[in-house]
Structure formats: C-alpha cells, structure tokens
C-alpha cells in the first residue's frame, strides 16, 4: 500500500499496486521509465528514507511524496502498534554505507519527530535522515565528510 501526497496539497492519495497495471524500468540509479495506460513518464527519486520507508520523487515538474506500508505496517496500524518503540530509540543509525553529506544538528539541540538531522549520500542519491522521536541530541558520531558503514551509529539521542 502506498500513500502518495503532492507537495504543495495537503491531501493524500492511497493505492494498492495490484490495482493497476504498469510497466517500470530502471533507467539510471535514480531516474525510472513508467509507462501507464498507454502515457510514458519518467521518474526520478529525489530522497529516501528507507527507516520511515518514505520517499520524494519527481515526475514532470511535480514533486510527489510517497510512503509505502507493507502487510505488516498495516497489520500493526489496524492493532493499535503503529507507534510501539517510537520513543525508546537512542540512536541514529545509518541505513547503508555512504558519504555524510550534511549535518544539520548540533549536540544540545531539540529536534522533532521527522525532523531532517542529516543527508547521507549511497549510490549516488541523497537520502535525508529524519529523527525519529522528539529528542535532544547527545552526541554526534561523525563529522561531515565521512565515509559510514551500514547500522554505524551516526547520532546519539536523549529521548524527550
């Protein structure tokens, strides 16, 4: 399942893929060919966050915000646990091994839930990385230029 959300509209937009017919191929690293009833389009990811499993992508000259639940998402939703675990986070781990591009944080700082802390750069795209609570920021594990392992811990937190 997939909810899709125009960036400059506050609605969203939620399909399942099984109920449409499309045809999609990788062009490059970021950029997708989408042929869909008979009209050929052409994708290109712009950030993703595999943690919240949410993604920008771009198609024409429209930014399209997308977040993908799988069985599971939506079995947790539909019981209530959608937000188990949320707060105990402590860190900020990396989801891949990349270049830390960007740090926008600094130790002491509060940040929100969702809150953009750094860009992580892995195969050639740029994925933002969010906080995933509300938090002060205890400690910074690496400085911007940094090459970083998957699941190295980039960000202490001190949940709120």
């Known amino acids: 399942m997939y909810q899709i959300k125009h960036q400059s509209k506050e609605d969203f937009l939620e ?6 017919n499309w045809d999609l191929v990788q062009l490059e690293d970021q950029a997708f060919h989408i042929l869909y009833q008979n009209r050929s389009y052409t994708a290109r990811v712009i950030a993703a966050d595999y943690q919240s499993k949410s993604f920008e ?10 977040s993908a639940k799988d069985r599971f998402d939506l079995l947790a939703e539909r019981l209530g646990f959608e937000k188990v675990g949320a707060a105990k986070v402590n860190d900020i781990k990396a989801p891949m ?34 906080a995933p609570a509300d938090a002060i920021i205890k400690a910074i594990k690496v400085d911007k ?16």
């Open 15 to 20: 399909l399942d893929p099984k109920d449409f």
């Open 145 to 160: 230029g940094a090459a970083v392992e998957k699941n190295q811990v980039l960000i202490e937190l001190d949940p709120l």
């Open 57 to 66: 992508i771009r198609i024409g000259q429209n930014t399209y915000c997308l």
């Open 97 to 130: 091994p990349g270049l830390l591009l960007d740090l926008m944080v600094e130790v002491g700082q509060e940040v929100k839930k969702d809150e953009a802390v750094l860009i992580l750069e892995a195969m050639k795209m740029e994925n933002v990385i969010k």
